[in-house]
């Protein structure tokens, strides 16, 4: 039986190394990268971003395992008309599971669109986000759109550990917010009150990466 073509949308270079390093490793899939993120703060950020994805699947590329890219274009005023009301919300609240919704329902009518078997998405590598939630709009758009949803949970096996050891290989840029402009927002409040240093938080620090969440 041939593989199966699978429509994996990104978040980001760091999350989707180890999300795509053990979806190779299955053997089960053909592998194409979808960009959808217009929840991203600003065009630069978001051109920043994509160079960094496009740069790790070239180098992977030269290992051998090709993966391909596809963006679905930068688009923030969706993003931002269906997150109206909720921009006070922390991370991981109401706003996050719009912004999960709208990217994987768009992953998964591209999927659809494109002839692809099913779909999946790098977001459960993050500590910061909630396994069950993704997992619960990711089975709704299946049922709606006919299209498999994969459901993987890569925190699980230290995925998150290996994403941030991947990303250190590739020198990868590490962004120390999630993305949009409230995040940013966040951050920076955060840092404006860590022991007055001013320093943003490193997502990415051992904290971080032995969070509960992490380990669930
Ligand atoms: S914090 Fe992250 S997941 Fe939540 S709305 Fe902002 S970009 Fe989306």
Do not use: W
Not at 91 to 108: H, L, Q
Not at 141 to 162: A, C, H, P, Q
């Amino acid at each position: 039986m041939g593989k199966k073509k699978l429509l994996l949308h990104s978040c980001c270079g760091p999350c989707s190394t180890a999300v795509i390093e053990r979806l190779l490793e299955d053997g089960g899939y053909s592998v194409s990268v979808f960009y959808c993120n217009p929840n991203i703060t600003d065009p630069e950020e978001y051109a920043h971003r994509k160079s960094e994805q496009i740069r790790f699947l070239e180098e992977l590329a030269k290992l051998g395992p090709e993966v391909s890219f596809i963006d679905a274009d930068y688009d923030p005023e969706r993003f931002l008309a269906a997150v109206k009301g909720l921009e006070e919300e922390p991370e991981g609240g109401a706003r996050c599971s719009v912004c999960f919704e709208m990217r994987m329902r768009r992953t998964a009518q591209y999927a659809a669109d494109h002839g692809f078997d099913c779909f999946d998405t790098t977001l459960t590598v993050s500590p910061y986000k909630n396994y069950d939630v993704i997992s619960s709009i990711g089975r709704r758009i299946s049922e709606e759109t006919g299209v498999e949803y994969l459901s993987g949970n890569y925190k699980k096996k230290d995925g998150y550990r290996r994403s941030v050891e991947l990303s250190r290989k590739y020198g990868l840029y590490r962004q120390h917010f999630c993305g949009c402009a409230f995040s940013l927002r966040d951050a920076q409040r955060k840092a404006a009150g860590s022991a007055g240093t001013g320093a943003p938080e490193d997502r990415n620090a051992p904290a971080a990466l032995t969070s509960p969440e992490v380990l669930a």
